[in-house]
């Protein structure tokens, strides 16, 4: 290959004559000066606020916005900041109040946005709008995932007739992005108010920091001037309330620390094209012990994740939104070296939020062409006024739209009781998973047998009192005897494998080894065309 030569020759004296003499240095002087300039409006950007602002900040047990970042990727691995001294020469601050750049999390390149509240509050002007679209265009063009680091007062008030209109695409853009199976992350240190309340809201997984994340549409103040209520901040919008109540936040971290390393876990569950590092490593728990820990009566629930620490690659799993909707445990990990998304019934009944949680799970594992492996120990959807009214059918009809149209292959093992809708939910024969199996103990039916016989004899007795005749209970009695006999012998697992309702009947201590044979032959499956709803 051809080698370039230069006019200017080796590395010279600077004498007269030299290449590098005259208007040489007069321009390298000149490029220097250029630099020192440049490298004055960096450091403006890198300072913030100031010093009184950052001390502040400080002092509040707060980290900045590049201290968050650092935090967040890898070890030594390279910062490319965009668009550092945004806003210079203009009436804002330099840097527009937000650090932007490309960063390496977990092995994985991805989209960086922090604001900086050191700046007039982290609030967004013009030229933090023009930022972070562009960071959000990087991230859409180049397929990376894109991590918003949120403390914002919102608008730059004194300036919100330049924003207010064109902000809203900052909101399109993001879930524009979980649309095109592009994940979102947010994690929310403090102030998210009002619009900035959708960063979150729009994102495919928020963390918010207890104590910290305040995130409402509106603060205490609004609320008590619009309807007059009053309320203090932790309850209109802390980490808690939306961890516990709202579900708006997936995981409550304890500082800021651990919000970002449960970033950097969410990141590592992406994308299921990357090679998992925990391949064939065994779990650290004896499989023998999966032939004690489910109950011999089914009424009593036992926890799933005792099976998953003897199922999973290492007994690790990253377990998703545990504080919300906790009847049901949802999470990732790998079998065999095939990372899973697990769905597993913790406490029999499903509600409005676990039905709600599942939804959501199965989309992202639709959004990271994750194989989803369902556990089922259901007694099915919750029942009775306060749940009906509460929507728990739409909210069960909203989890049975995604098990019946997510697009990544599904795998089901029966590991106690699988009745009523929740068979449906939980991805029953009918829902099509690519295989099923049901361990000795389990049983499914429509719903238990005594359940059953109690439901025959209130409609037997109430058809007898609608035609004034006397109710034989003698009869009732024998009805009921067996009918609970007939349904249990139904529900019991050889039962319904005869019928071929299942791939088989497993010894559980195989599961492993099932499910990772499974796994090996199921590939990924499509890619899901909607973006993730938080619901
Ligand atoms: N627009 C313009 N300036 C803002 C601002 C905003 N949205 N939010 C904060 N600032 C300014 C403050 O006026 C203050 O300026 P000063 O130091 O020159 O007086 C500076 O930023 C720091 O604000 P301060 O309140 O001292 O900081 P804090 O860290 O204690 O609180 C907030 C930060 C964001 C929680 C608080 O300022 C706040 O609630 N702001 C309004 C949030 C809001 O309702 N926004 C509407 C969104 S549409």
Redesign the pocket.
């Known amino acids: 290959m051809p080698v370039l030569t230069s006019n200017l020759g080796p590395r010279g004296s600077g004498h007269p004559g030299d290449a590098r003499a005259g208007a040489y240095q007069e321009n390298r002087a000149a490029m220097l000066e250029r630099l020192t300039e440049l490298e004055s409006a960096l450091r403006q950007a890198r300072g913030g ?1 100031g010093d009184k ?1 950052v001390t ?2 400080h002092a ?1 047990g707060k980290l900045l916005p590049r201290e968050r970042i650092e935090l967040l990727v890898d070890r030594d691995s390279p910062f490319l900041e965009i668009c550092p001294v945004a806003a210079w020469g203009t009436d804002y601050p330099v840097g527009a109040s937000v650090v932007a750049g490309i960063g390496i999390v977990e092995g994985v390149p991805c989209v960086i946005v922090a604001n900086d ?1 050191t ?6 002007n013009p030229f933090s709008l023009k930022k972070t679209q562009r960071a959000g265009q990087i991230a859409r063009e180049n397929r990376l995932p894109l991590v918003n680091l949120v ?10 007739a330049e924003i ?1 209109i064109p902000g809203g695409a900052a909101f399109r853009d993001l879930t524009r992005l979980s649309a095109a199976a592009i994940p979102t992350v947010a994690v929310v240190f ?2 998210a ?4 309340a959708y960063i979150p809201g729009m994102s495919d997984y928020t963390i918010f920091v207890r104590d910290r994340a ?1 995130v409402f549409l ?2 205490p103040p ?1 609320v008590k001037m619009a309807t007059g209520e009053t309320v203090d901040d932790e309850t209109l919008g802390g980490a808690m309330m939306h961890g516990v109540r709202s579900g708006l936040a997936d995981f409550v971290a304890e500082d800021e620390r651990d919000a970002l390393r449960l970033a950097r876990s969410c990141v590592r569950n992406f994308d299921n094209t990357a090679k998992t590092r925990m391949f064939g490593v065994e779990p650290k728990y004896d499989a023998d012990d999966l032939l004690g820990i489910p109950s011999a009566d089914l009424r009593v629930p036992f926890d799933p994740r005792e099976i998953l620490a003897r199922v999973l690659d290492g007994s690790e799993f990253d377990e998703f939104k545990p504080a919300y909707g906790p009847a049901l445990c949802t999470g990732w990990g790998a079998i065999h070296g095939h990372r899973v998304g697990v769905l597993a019934n913790v406490r029999g009944v499903l509600f409005s939020a676990e039905a709600q949680k599942a939804a959501q799970f199965i989309q992202l594992a639709n959004a990271s062409g994750t194989p989803l492996v369902f556990l089922q120990n259901t007694t099915g959807y919750m029942v009775g006024s306060e749940y009906e009214q509460g929507g728990i059918i739409k909210h069960g009809a909203l989890m049975i739209n995604a098990v019946a149209n997510s697009r990544v292959p599904h795998l089901t093992v029966n590991i106690g009781a699988s009745y009523g809708a929740g068979n449906y939910g939980m991805c029953g024969r009918a829902f099509e998973p690519r295989f099923l199996f049901t361990w000795p103990n389990a049983k499914s039916a429509v719903m238990g047998p005594q359940q059953l016989a109690g439901v025959l004899s209130i409609v037997a007795r109430q058809a007898a009192e609608a035609k004034g005749h006397a109710y034989d209970e003698e009869q009732d009695r024998t009805m009921r005897f067996m009918v609970e006999h007939k349904v249990e012998q139904e529900s019991a697992a050889l039962f319904l494998s005869g019928r071929l309702y299942d791939d088989g009947v497993i010894d559980p201590r195989d599961t492993r080894t099932v499910l990772g044979l499974c796994l090996a032959l199921v590939g990924t499956g499509d890619r899901g065309q909607f973006g993730v709803f938080r619901h």
């Open positions: 606020g602002y502040r900040h509040r509240p700046v007039r509050g982290g609030a967004v403390e914002s007062g919102g608008a730059d008030l004194p300036q919100q207010f403090g102030n108010t009002a619009g900035g305040k509106a603060g609004l």
